[in-house]
């Protein structure tokens, strides 16, 4: 079934619409959510209960626009929340999305052992991004595992174009001081308040 057919479906009342979305984005919805939140169990019940959500404003979803964005956004958001409301204690397994993230921490062409897929290369990142802020990571989660461009997740977040640069740009350089790539400046590695407050003041 058609992604449109079961959106049309589900505006229509019959939860089969919502099986064939849960079927097609459960997997990122919980990826998304456990990379934000760091618990499996948590991040399994944010993508549930974003699904729920978007059954009960599915009425609103435009129809012709894709559905993955529209999930991704309430799966972001909610594990945003929840990431702040919980005192938890971060996994010590990393997921295997982490992966590829080296590649994009530097500025040069990684090598084939750089690239290498392995548990350790996982866990260090695992572990540096847990130091990030939750904003950070979240705008890490759809920038660099979502492919979302810089303009879609201002939009999606509902946050100024300028400041999701600066966390971008805020995360990525943390991320490569953290992992002792290079040494970043203050500016780079500081905490996104003054950032913030200077998109707020162009706006």
Do not use: C
Not at 28 to 35: D, E, G, N, R, W
Not at 120 to 139: D, F, G, I, P
């Amino acid at each position: 079934m058609e992604e449109g057919q079961a959106i049309t479906l589900l505006k229509q009342g019959d939860l089969a619409g919502l099986e064939v979305l849960v079927l097609r984005y459960q997997v990122v919805a919980v990826q998304t959510a456990y990379l934000i939140v760091g618990d499996r169990s948590m991040a399994e019940d944010i993508a549930q209960a974003a699904f729920l959500k978007a059954a009960e404003r599915i009425h609103q979803f435009k129809d012709g626009r894709p559905f993955r964005p529209w999930i991704l956004r309430i799966v972001t958001n909610d594990a945003i929340k929840a990431s702040s409301r919980s005192k938890r204690h971060l996994s010590l397994d990393a997921p295997q999305e982490l992966g590829h993230l080296p590649a994009w921490l530097r500025d040069t062409d990684p090598g084939p052992e750089e690239l290498a897929n392995t548990a350790e290369n996982r866990r260090m990142v695992w572990e540096a991004l847990q130091q990030l802020t939750t904003k950070q990571r979240a705008v890490v989660v759809m920038r660099y595992f979502l492919d979302m461009k810089d303009r879609e997740i201002s939009r999606e977040l509902n946050r100024p174009l300028s400041s999701v640069k600066w966390s971008i740009h805020a995360a990525k350089g943390r991320l490569r001081s953290i992992l002792g790539f290079e040494d970043v400046s203050g500016s780079t590695s500081s905490s996104e308040g003054n950032p913030e407050r200077g998109a707020g003041g162009n706006r």
